[in-house]
């Protein structure tokens, strides 16, 4: 096996939900560093502050909040751009770290009200719900038929009424920002390395990237192997691309990594000055 800090990526799948690859020639360690970064670091926007100036619905306001803060919404335009609103100067928002909502609903007919996505309005038109980047497109049918996300249903007389900002972050801070609906890898699709033990091998479905024939369940125990090839796949929440979340968990990785040299170079620069 080539150095483990000389890898190579294949991209064996594109598509605007998510991306299929491999990476060769490096450790299991950086594989799984690699998985976390994507779903724990990459920075996205969610509705972090919320004002609500009517709320007469069967939800307490707190649970809308709780809801509307879920809501995944379209950055991959604005994220690079905007600020950290601990690291803004601005008192309370403003355009370079927020994007600001509203919501003003009320039902006043018989029928019950469904108050969605498609009735958020956004001060930017680039930071949207995932559900309605393509409403009003020529191309909408290229993706599909999607639902709105429902917030909260309405009766006659009730009514929802809200102003909410929404914030840049990372889902190490809250689930909310995490760009991914899932990030998995795999690296022994014909269980040669024997790290799962299967009671009965020939009743569990095969890995799409076995290289077995239909009738063999399982490859020959190898205990000399070690994992050197790691199949990913990563699915987004449709707020960033699948592409622009692998480049920028790359970067975040590659600026940890940055710091930590810079770091470790002052303390070995301290304790030789020390010594001396």
């Known amino acids: 096996m080539p150095y483990a800090n000389q890898p190579t990526i294949h991209v064996s799948e594109l598509t605007e939900e998510n991306v299929k690859f491999y990476i060769e020639d490096t450790d299991l360690s950086v594989a799984n560093a690699i998985r976390r970064v994507f779903i724990a670091e990459v920075p996205t926007l969610a509705i972090d502050w919320i004002q609500l100036e009517s709320n007469s619905t069967v939800l307490h306001d707190e649970f809308i909040a709780h809801r509307v803060g879920l809501i995944p919404l379209t950055c991959d335009e604005v994220i690079d751009r905007m600020q950290y609103s601990r690291d803004c100067t601005c008192e309370e928002f403003c355009p370079e770290c927020s994007v600001e909502f509203q919501l003003d609903v009320k039902c006043t007919d018989e029928q019950t009200r469904h108050v969605t996505t498609a009735d958020l309005k956004s001060s930017d038109p680039r930071v949207v719900p995932v559900t309605s980047r393509h409403r009003g497109d020529d191309d909408a049918n290229d993706y599909g038929e999607v639902d709105d996300i429902l917030i909260v249903k309405l ?58 024939d239909e009738e063999t369940a399982e490859g020959d125990f190898d205990f000399q192997a070690k994992a050197n090839k790691f199949y990913f796949n990563v699915e987004s929440s449709g707020s960033l691309k699948p592409e622009n979340i692998i480049l920028a968990g790359l970067g975040r990785l590659k600026s940890k990594l940055g710091d930590l040299q810079t770091q470790l170079s002052h303390e070995i620069r301290a304790d030789v000055l020390a010594i001396t």
């Open 155 to 212: 009766r006659k007389g009730q009514e929802l009424k809200f102003r909410a900002y929404a914030k840049k972050g990372f889902a190490k801070e809250h689930a909310k920002w995490c760009p991914t609906t899932g990030v998995s890898f795999e690296y022994d699709p014909d269980n040669i390395l024997r790290h799962t033990t299967y009671p009965k091998p020939e009743e569990w479905p095969k890995s799409e990237y076995s290289e077995l």
